[in-house]
């Protein structure tokens, strides 16, 4: 029986990650998705590597993800990506998580759960700029409005913190679909006080390569 091996060189990712940061610039922060178990290569290993080039946030795309990454010490910020469940709202405090959200719904659980335990829960608000996939319309004029009061009613929970707002750049090798999706980010950004919003995050690899110097800082 034949056996395979992968051995990832921790070095070359270092290398990498100097190199995207010599390539956004020094003001931009770099959050690596290390969902899927790293893609399969071991989230777990990374820690010390990301520490050490001063990684201050990762994400990944479920809670059971976070959750082992907090167990193998993990101190450093954790987002989760996916929707949140009812059911995880409880491990997100619990594990000082941070949930990308898009329904007032789910902020409202977790700020109440927040609420009993007398902690602040930071989140992310998703907007769907056009995968389709998740996130708070910014295309249809009536859903827009609509959303843009939801992130108000967000904003007005008293243990929730919009840490940030983000969308994802789902063919940034397109130009025109790029344009079109940065667009309808900043017609959200446009809509809503962004100056107490932390984190603004736009980018995956290829539109940061692509596109290294976006950047919505107010």
Do not use: W
């Not at 989230?43 to 993800?65: F, G, H, Q, S």
């Not at 101190?75 to 405090?93: R, S």
């Not at 130009?175 to 980018?203: A, G, L, M, P, W």
């Amino acid at each position: 029986m034949s056996v395979n091996r992968l051995e990832i060189d921790l070095n070359k990712l270092e290398y990498n990650l100097k190199q995207i940061k010599q390539c956004v610039g020094k003001n931009i922060e770099l959050l690596p998705v290390i969902k899927a178990n790293a893609y399969g290569l071991g989230a777990v290993a990374l820690r010390d590597v990301l520490e050490k080039n001063k990684i201050n946030y990762v994400a990944v795309a479920m809670i059971k993800e976070a959750v082992e990454l907090r167990e193998n010490g993990f101190k450093m910020p954790i987002m989760v990506l996916n929707e949140i469940l009812e059911c995880e709202v409880e491990d997100i405090i619990k594990y000082n998580l941070t949930a990308g959200i898009s329904t007032y719904e789910i902020a409202e659980k977790i700020n109440n759960y927040a609420e009993k335990n007398n902690t602040i829960a930071k989140v992310h608000i998703k907007i769907d700029t056009g995968m389709g996939r998740v996130g708070l319309i910014a295309t249809d004029s009536s859903e827009f409005e609509k959303d843009i009061s939801t992130i108000e009613k967000i904003n007005g929970l008293k243990n929730i913190e919009i840490e940030g707002i983000y969308t994802h750049i789902y063919n940034a090798l397109n130009k025109k679909h790029y344009e079109e999706q940065v667009e309808r980010f900043k017609n959200v950004t446009k809509k809503i006080d962004i100056r107490n919003i932390k984190i603004v995050h736009i980018s995956a690899s290829e539109a940061t390569m692509n596109y290294p110097k976006l950047d919505f800082a107010n």
